[in-house]
């Protein structure tokens, strides 16, 4: 793509997400959503593929639906309420709507429908920033609001992670499968966010350092589905060592660090005596181990001649620069014993 | 307990750092310098008492054997798996070696925890180098599924655990084993402590394993290269056997009525997995098996509470964890000779390998818990207890003791005695490091004979 038209775009989608970040009045956030929309379409493009179109398409028209509903919403709530600002929506009308409209934006169950065919007609580098930089802005306006309805937060949170984790088990997209993982992981930051918003955002944060990684991994790789991952020991036998422990982490094994948000968001749930809440949350977490396990089998612990699915993609050098994905896939693997740090640092914060 | 640590930690950097010529010599002599160190564990204060005690990590009469049984183990793996891995790029026996080690560091941080949510972290962190051993250096295909069953049978048990344990902390504040035991009793009188008593324990149950829950143990044992199924049978069994010990202090007064479907599902196990040994064909399954029957009067021991059972578990552990660790060596001798787990394949080895055939006799004899060996020991106080807790076990137990006689002279007379057959003529001979292996394992069990008091634990 021409630089100057890149920079342009990369810049729209930076400034939609600082605006929303700081805006107070709720057709600023609603503009800020809309510029991170219309910037990343034609990143979603670019490369004029009909399944990139039509993936572009659906973006637009489910964006733009929950960014009308937003608009009706506060609209509502202005004339119920006489003001336009963020964290002043007390009435449960508009709440219930600004809910669901940012619940499709992004993409949490039963709204979710369209995240596993979006992210699958991307490249991996426009899915990365559909998994993470598009994420930050609705939570922004999410975290600021807070809703008060516990039924409503908790089944979505609920249904987000059965469903993220029974939609992802029968793929072989690996785009496919980091869809549902994202919805299964927006699960798990939606259930905790009525008790203790800095820890959805501590989820959103070792989220997004996961999932980071996970798509640099597989861009380094050149691979979009399970088959041509297996000749990865051959070109790379580190990352092909490493990533089964990213994917472990996006799973939430101890000891790695993508145990951290699961065991504070249970320690709040049991808190708050949401107990068998906490035990379907932590048991849902086992349906997407078992397709990031999957995943891992598939790179690592089959070698050929034992695997005979394998095909064998191009050997072309690679050069993609190797920092972002050292440094998250670092961050992914080690935090863990470095929690107190963590949370002496985002915990003051939100 | 740095003292332990630390060498061990720094086993990681001599792997990767070692020339190839003497990768495995140095991390034999180094693990087991470590090892004989541990054994100092052993001579400290035993009075019911924690001793190398700071905030984060203690031992005491209970871990205390565990943590000598871990480190002792990581040289005989070392050990077993020089052979096989010999064909492999220096690299993959780098990784290989690396994985048995953090192994290692997690098992003892495992043990020597003081805090419930260090040992649950530290028990969940065990599995994954588990896997991948199993998943990747496995011998045949099937070991796909065997990694699948082994993660998720222990994590489906062991997550329930996690909430347990949290929704123990808001109620007590606390959860370290230095004051559960001083603390005052929980109010358990509702409907939910009862679902979160079974919570607390049956991570430790399915680990242990139970008769009901013990899918994954024959296949995680058959599938796992010669390391993988000497650190699960000798170690990680005992693992949840541990926490079982350390958190059914807290579960009283609910223990005394519903441990009953525990106690019989374990005493049935007993009978039940011994009788399927004596229809088995494959060596290393029926090792497997005998694992799970052995475990199972572990688990009745310490489902009854009293002392003697508590320390009959101990004892059987310890005494279980050396005889099936040298038991899965003696099939793996025979794996790397005809690269086939059938019994029938290989038999009449006494003509052939009669050193071997020794130790076979040795190893098979302590299966069985022969007198005056620890594996008697242990069995005889957790019937006795059994007995005293309840007449009736005596059938279960009596009968247990028979068939594990049964499969294990089965398993000796199929092997060892008999016509030899045609595949076993070319095999060749035995090799001084697999005497070391055997020796090394047998050595701490007579020892033990002399001062059992060693590994009696607190309860005695």
Redesign the interface.
């Known amino acids: 793509m021409n630089p100057y038209v890149l920079s342009i775009l990369l810049m729209g989608l930076g400034l939609g997400t600082t605006v929303t970040f700081a805006s107070s009045h709720w057709l600023l956030a609603w503009m800020g959503l809309e510029m991170n929309t219309l910037a990343i379409l034609p990143l979603m493009a670019q490369h004029h593929h009909p399944r990139a179109v039509e993936a572009a398409t659906k973006y637009f028209l489910i964006q733009s639906a929950a960014a009308a509903t937003i608009l009706f919403a506060s609209s509502t709530n202005a004339w119920l309420s006489g003001q336009w600002d963020i964290q002043h929506i007390t009435h449960p009308l508009p709440t219930v709507m600004i809910t669901i409209a940012l619940s499709l934006k992004l993409g949490l169950a039963p709204l979710h429908a369209w995240l596993p065919e979006v992210v699958q007609g991307l490249d991996l580098t426009t899915g990365l920033v559909l998994s993470t930089w598009q994420k930050l802005a609705p939570f922004a306006l999410l975290l600021q609001i807070s809703p008060e309805i516990p039924l409503l937060i908790t089944s979505l949170g609920l249904i987000s992670m059965l469903a993220g984790g029974w939609g992802g088990l029968n793929h072989t997209q690996l785009r496919k499968v980091l869809a549902y993982s994202s919805v299964a992981h927006l699960g798990w930051m939606m259930v905790v966010m009525q008790f203790s918003t800095s820890l959805t955002a501590l989820a959103l944060l070792m989220y997004v350092i996961m999932t980071t990684s996970a798509f640099l991994t597989f861009k380094l790789l050149k691979s979009t589905d399970m088959n041509s991952l297996a000749m990865s020991w051959a070109k790379t036998?580190s990352v092909t060592?490493l990533a089964?422990?990213m994917l472990?982490s996006l799973g939430g094994?101890?000891?790695?660090s993508g145990?951290l948000p699961k065991?504070l968001i249970?320690?709040e749930l049991?808190?708050q005596e949401l107990?068998l809440v906490?035990?379907v949350a932590?048991?849902s977490?086992?349906l997407s181990?078992?397709f990031y396990?999957r995943v891992c089998?598939c790179l690592?612990?089959?070698?050929s001649p034992?695997n005979l699915a394998g095909v064998a993609p191009w050997r072309l050098e690679s050069k993609q620069i190797s920092l972002p994905l050292a440094t998250s896939t670092s961050l992914s693997i080690l935090l863990?014993p470095i929690s107190p740090a963590i949370l002496s640092l985002t915990l003051p914060l939100f | 307990m740095l003292m332990i640590l630390t060498p061990t930690m720094m086993l990681l950097p001599m792997i990767w750092l070692s020339s190839s010529a003497h990768l495995w010599a140095s991390v034999l002599a180094h693990s087991m310098t470590i090892a004989l160190v541990s054994l100092s564990w052993l001579c400290l204060p035993m009075e019911a008492g924690w001793s190398s005690l700071n905030s984060f990590i203690a031992t005491d009469p209970l871990s205390t054997p565990l943590l000598v049984l871990t480190c002792w183990l990581l040289p005989l793996m070392i050990l077993a798996s020089q052979n096989h891995m010999a064909k492999e790029p220096i690299n993959r026996q780098r990784v290989y070696i690396s994985l048995l080690t953090s192994l290692q560091i997690f098992l003892i941080l495992a043990f020597g925890a003081t805090e419930m949510i260090m040992f649950y972290v530290m028990f969940e962190a065990t599995l994954i180098p588990t896997l991948i051993i199993i998943t990747r250096w496995g011998n045949q295909t099937e070991r796909l599924n065997a990694g699948i069953y082994f993660l998720f049978y222990t994590l489906a048990g062991s997550l329930p655990l996690l909430v347990a344990l949290l929704v123990l902390q808001n109620s007590t504040g606390s959860l370290s084993f230095l004051t559960t035991q001083f603390s005052p009793p929980l109010q358990l009188h509702t409907e939910a402590s009862k679902i979160w008593w079974a919570g607390c324990l049956l991570a430790f149950l399915v680990k242990m394993p139970l008769y009901g829950a013990h899918l994954w143990l024959p296949k995680a044992h058959v599938e796992a290269p010669i390391a993988g199924s000497m650190i699960l049978a000798a170690v990680l069994l005992k693992l949840g056997g541990y926490g079982m010990m350390r958190i059914i202090i807290i579960l009283d007064p609910l223990t005394k009525q519903l441990s009953y479907p525990f106690i019989i599902l374990a005493l049935w196990g007993v009978v039940m997995t011994g009788s399927i040994c004596l229809r088995q064909t494959d060596l290393k399954s029926l090792i497997a098996y005998s694992s799970v029957s052995h475990m199972g009067l572990v688990a009745a021991g310490i489902l009854i509470q009293t002392p003697w059972g508590f320390t009959g578990a101990l004892i059987l552990m310890i005494a279980h964890g050396l005889t099936s660790s040298a038991l899965f060596c003696l099939a793996n001798t025979n794996y790397e000779r005809t690269h086939s787990r059938t019994m029938l394949l290989a038999r009449g080895l006494q003509m052939v390998l009669p050193l071997l055939a020794t130790w076979w006799f040795l190893f098979t004899l302590a299966n069985l818990a022969l007198p005056p060996l620890p594996n008697l020991m242990g069995e005889l106080m957790i019937i006795s207890s059994l007995f005293n807790w309840s007449n009736w076990t005596l059938l279960l137990t009596g009968a247990g003791t028979l068939i594990t006689a049964s499969y294990s002279l089965h398993m000796f007379l199929t092997t060892q005695r008999g016509p030899i057959t045609s595949p076993v003529l070319a095999i060749e001979p035995t090799h001084t490091r697999e005497h070391l292996l055997m020796i090394l394992h047998l050595l701490p069990l007579l020892l033990l004979i002399l001062k059992p008091a060693l590994i009696w634990g607190w309860a005695l």
Do not use: D, E, R, V
């Open positions: 036998p060592a089964p422990m472990l094994l101890p000891p790695l145990f065991w249970i320690q049991t808190k107990g906490a035990t932590a048991l977490a086992l181990l078992f396990l089998y690592t612990f089959t070698s034992n863990l």
